[in-house]
């Protein structure tokens, strides 16, 4: 089962469409330089999988995966030079590496309103993303190839600043 859930997250983080027609106003890459806690992590519509029936909220669905203190340790720092680490405790860094390995040891890169990611483990390209002195939204539209509904989802990461 914690393979099928590592499937399904690696699934979710890279089967990425390009964005569709909606215009976000570019975002000022200077703001991105810092380090980031996972506040919510939604998926719309809902999808079916081992974790229920029309989940929508996969960050309370990793919570009971890898437990509350692994999410509340885990944190995405990104640098002025476009790198990416993350920081966890010693007992979740391999629980978080399988959920967010986008954020080990990798780059980003920011063009108008999209960020790119770019790791070892895990890359993507994110559209619509916003980011203030406190809080950074991050969307992706991913394909569930596994799913019953075999519908286009949105994924939404949205970020504090820590």
Same mark, same amino acid.
């Given at each position: 089962?914690?393979?099928?859930?590592?499937?399904?997250?690696?699934?979710?983080?890279?089967?990425?469409?390009?964005?569709?027609?909606?215009?976000?106003?570019?975002?000022?890459?200077?703001?991105?330089?810092?380090?980031?806690?996972?506040?919510?992590?939604?998926?719309?519509?809902?999808?079916? =999988?081992? +974790?229920?029936?029309?989940?929508?909220? !996969?960050?309370?669905?990793?919570?009971?995966?890898? @437990? #509350?203190?692994?999410?509340?340790?885990?944190?995405?720092?990104?640098?002025?030079?476009?790198?990416?680490?993350?920081?966890?405790?010693?007992?979740?860094?391999?629980?978080?590496?399988?959920?967010?390995?986008?954020?080990?040891? =990798?780059? +980003?890169?920011?063009?108008?309103?999209? !960020?790119?990611?770019?790791?070892?483990?895990?890359? @993507? #390209?994110?559209?619509?993303?916003?980011?203030?002195?406190?809080?950074?939204?991050?969307?992706?539209?991913?394909?569930?190839?596994?799913?019953?509904?075999?519908?286009?989802?949105?994924?939404?990461?949205?970020?504090?600043?820590?």
């Amino acid at each position: 089962m914690k393979r099928l859930i590592l499937f399904l997250s690696l699934t979710l983080l890279w089967s990425c469409k390009k964005g569709g027609g909606d215009v976000t106003p570019a975002f000022d890459p200077a703001l991105v330089a810092s380090s980031w806690k996972l506040q919510a992590l939604t998926i719309d519509p809902g999808t079916t =999988g081992v +974790w229920g029936t029309n989940v929508t909220d !996969l960050l309370a669905t990793y919570r009971q995966q890898i @437990g #509350d203190a692994c999410i509340n340790d885990f944190r995405m720092n990104l640098t002025s030079n476009g790198k990416i680490s993350r920081t966890t405790s010693e007992t979740c860094d391999s629980r978080t590496l399988e959920l967010f390995g986008f954020a080990e040891k =990798g780059t +980003w890169k920011a063009s108008g309103s999209n !960020l790119s990611v770019l790791s070892p483990y895990e890359s @993507g #390209d994110y559209h619509n993303v916003t980011v203030d002195q406190t809080t950074m939204v991050w969307h992706r539209h991913i394909d569930l190839i596994d799913s019953e509904d075999k519908k286009t989802h949105e994924a939404t990461l949205t970020w504090i600043r820590q």
